[in-house]
Each structure stands twice: as C-alpha cells, then as structure tokens.
C-alpha cells in the first residue's frame, strides 16, 4: 500500500473518530438538558404545592403583637399569621406545625412521621419528590415539649426547603433574621436563635436529657460553636429546636440552627 493511501486512511478513521465523539457530545448534552428541564419542571410542581398550600392554609398578617423577650432584650412586633390545621389535615393528619422565617422562602407545614424516612423525599401529599416535606423527629414529641426537637429538611440548590439555613454562618444573616415563627394547632411560638453550627450526620443530636446539668453543658457547647454572635441567652428551663440541613464541609456534614422557644401570648 501507498503511503498517499496510508494517509488517506488515516485521515478517515480521524474524521469517522471525530464524528463518533461529536455524536456522543451532542448526545450526552441532549441528556443533559432534559435533566435539567426534568428537573425544573419536578421544582415547580413541588413549589407550587407548598404555594398553594400556603394560600389556602395561611391568613396572612392577621394580627400584630408585641413580644417582650427574656433577658431585658428589646421586645419586637410580630406580624401574627392564623394557620387553617383543619384544611392542612384535610390533605394530611400528619401536619403538627407551620414555620416561618419572616421574609424568606421559608413558610412551610411540618410533620411527623411513623419513622424518619417517611418524608425525605414525600410531599405532604404523598407524591414522591425531591423537596420532601419539613418534618420533625418521629421520636419527639409532636407538641415540642421535649427539651430539643429537631426538624429536619433538604438543602435543595434550588433555593428552596431550609438551603438559606447555611446564610446563617455569617454574622449579618443572623443580625437580619434572629428569629422564626413556629405555629401549632394550640400555641404560636418565637423561635429565638442563639446558635448553629456543623455536625457530623453519625453523632446523633440529644432531644432529652438526663439532668439539667447535662441539658446546660450542651447548650453552652452550642453557642461555643456557633458561627454566629448572639444575645440570646439560653438556659436548662427552656426548650429548643434545632433546624436540621445537609452541608458541604464534608462527607455527612450537616448543619444545625437553633433557637429557643418562647410562647406568643396577646
């Protein structure tokens, strides 16, 4: 065979190499972009459920109320919301609460569930999805009278569920949203936070104390650790709640906020 025939060859089995891998390319990009549009099209479904929910269930700025806060801090108002349970219970029994961090995607139901599992990746109603739903810790009880109870939710890239709770690791996010509302069928609590910090997924997070001195040594680790400064000061009388989210520092990193509560009353 001919060198120029060689070349020639060559040169074929290059291009037919080239076209191979541009088909491939254009492929793999096809993919992509029906993932993403798949994707942003499964985020609308889940956010306009929770937008919808929000409409139905929630009156908004139905009151306003001044709440005296402890540790002669200055008392702040509050735009009261009345949360509609019955209609919430209509879709599902499991809600037990509805929070809110004025100003902010967060406005969302909360519930419980026979196990932990249950709402990871469960819409309120019942539609498997990616957001999942708010939802405390199965073993807590479901009026937050335990000494810490734990509600959990996903870091969705998207902006939604509890992905601004990782705002929180600088000082001004905190100075500009230092509370939550917790709504319950039976009482309206300010969420007052005084710590958050990263943990490890494989140690578990305490929801009940054996003494007061136990309880106290954790709280004081919490604000040690926290990146943030806060004011609040928290001691064994009180009880909590720790937000709970997936972080990025490391292989189950997660991140907690929490706050103290403290019941709203006109």
Known sequence: MSDEKKKKGKRKAVRLVIDLLTVVCLIVAGYSIYQIAKQKSEDSQGESLYENMAEQAVQEETKEVEVPLKKNRE???????????????????????????????????????????????????????RFGTLFI???????????????????????????ILKNYREQSYYDEHPYFLLYTPEKTYILEIFAG???????????????????????????????????????????????????????????????????ITD
């Not at 807590?140 to 569920?161: C, L, P, R, V």
């Open 197 to 263: 910090k990263v943990v490890d997924a494989n140690n578990a997070i305490p929801m009940t104390f054996e003494t007061k001195e136990e309880y106290q040594e954790y709280l004081n680790h919490l604000v040690e650790k926290s990146t943030f400064q806060s004011d609040v000061t928290v001691t064994s009388d009180d009880r909590i709640v720790t937000l709970y989210t997936c972080a990025s520092d490391f292989d189950d990193a997660r991140y907690v906020l929490c706050g103290r509560l403290t019941e």
């Open 75 to 129: 008392p702040v108002k509050i735009q009261m919301k009345s949360i509609d349970f019955e209609e919430l219970w209509a879709l599902n029994e499991d809600v037990v609460a509805w929070l809110e961090l004025p100003g902010t995607i967060i406005n969302y139901p909360v519930a419980q569930g026979k196990d932990n599992n249950e709402y990871l990746r469960t819409l309120l109603d019942g539609t498997h999805h």
């Open 137 to 163: 810790d199965y073993r807590n009880e479901k009026d937050f009278s335990d000494e810490n109870t734990i509600i959990y939710g996903h870091n969705i890239k998207a902006g939604d569920m509890f992905s």
